[in-house]
């Protein structure tokens, strides 16, 4: 670990207990919710409103209270991004409750608005 003051790291110890340097300049054992693995260094995911990602580009989860863009074949938003609203031909889904940020996902039938 090397540090820049008493509670700043710069540089965590990589085969160590905790060898990712988080967004909070410290050690941890692994990245936090809102952070991606970038090597040995936490980055933050690029938009607030993402719990989740696996690199600065798209997120894989939302915060709650947001819908992840998954399907962009309607044109109806940008894939990994987290909305507050579901697109039109759209409608919203919580896979894993609603204790997550929920998915967007296209309607089957052309009919649908």
Request: net charge negative; glycine share 10%.
């Amino acid at each position: 670990m090397t540090c820049d003051n008493a509670a700043s790291c710069i540089e965590c110890f990589d085969a160590g207990a905790k060898p990712f340097l988080s967004t909070a300049f410290l050690c941890a054992d692994s990245c936090q919710d809102g952070e991606y693995e970038d090597g040995y260094t936490c980055r933050p995911c690029v938009q607030s409103n993402c719990e989740l990602c696996d690199d600065a580009s798209a997120c894989t989860q939302c915060l709650v209270g947001f819908h992840l863009e998954t399907d962009d074949s309607l044109g109806a938003g940008v894939v990994g991004e987290c909305v507050p609203d579901c697109g039109d031909y759209q409608y919203e889904t919580w896979p894993n409750g609603l204790t997550e940020g929920g998915v967007c996902e296209n309607c089957v039938s052309p009919d649908c608005i």
